[in-house]
């Protein structure tokens, strides 16, 4: 039985350095689907919307551990809908991920996709104006996590969000039997029950966003068992 009262450590296969590249494209390819049907895209879309963005103005946008490019382009498309401009880059470790965006982003000029550790492309003077990244804390202990979120807010002009799960013993057992049923993918099969044991309680979050710090820190509850974390630079 699953222990849902504290984070799992446990690594994911999606952690390994070596991972064949057609295993890894299969796996992008299922995680989107995922995060397209169970509102994982929906979510990232309404923390841009709750920016309220200039339509006269652009606006700088950077994903951290873009992975496939799934959300750059769903905030592509939302842009595109309300007619705001937006240049997006998306960051990724894994050179194989940014390969496979990049074919995927094909048709989306406005997005730009950087192989590179998030930690020595934000050293330089990058800066954006608004910094986001989804699934993608829920691989890193807390000491990491404080790290990526202090890069967050030093190099973000506006805020930054966080789209990422709620441990919970329905999102588990529901994605363990979606996965098992329907997946082709060895890594989702494996991953996706693992990712909700290694995700969040909302106690958690309270303690690695301390408000003395991040003033007026939103934490958000949205289906499905997700946790939208938004901090915007100024907020009370």
Request: charged share 20%.
């Amino acid at each position: 039985m699953p222990n849902f009262n504290e984070r799992s450590y446990q690594l994911e296969l999606l952690d390994n350095e070596a991972i064949p590249s057609t295993d890894l494209h299969q796996n992008l390819i299922e995680l989107n689907t995922i995060n397209t049907y169970l509102g994982g895209h929906a979510v990232t879309c309404q923390a841009m919307a709750s920016f309220a963005l200039n339509k006269e103005l652009t606006y700088t946008v950077l994903d951290i551990g873009c992975g496939g490019g799934d959300n750059l382009i769903s905030i592509a498309n939302w842009a595109r809908k309300n007619k705001l401009k937006l240049i997006l880059t998306g960051v990724d470790l894994k050179q194989d991920c940014i390969t496979f965006a990049k074919k995927k982003c094909k048709d989306y000029p406005e997005i730009n996709l950087v192989c590179s550790d998030y930690r020595d492309y934000l050293t330089g003077d990058h800066h954006f104006d608004i910094i986001i990244n989804a699934l993608f804390c829920h691989h890193f202990k807390e000491i990491a996590l404080q790290e990526l979120f202090g890069f967050m807010k030093k190099k973000s002009r506006i805020g930054f969000f966080i789209n990422d799960l709620h441990r919970h013993p329905f999102a588990y057992y529901s994605i363990k039997t979606i996965t098992q049923l329907f997946s082709r993918s060895y890594l989702v099969k494996n991953d996706a029950c693992l990712s909700v044991l290694r995700g969040f309680s909302l106690q958690e979050l309270k303690q690695l966003f301390p408000n003395n710090y991040y003033h007026g820190i939103q934490i958000h509850w949205k289906w499905a068992f997700r946790w939208l974390i938004i901090y915007k630079h100024g907020s009370k």
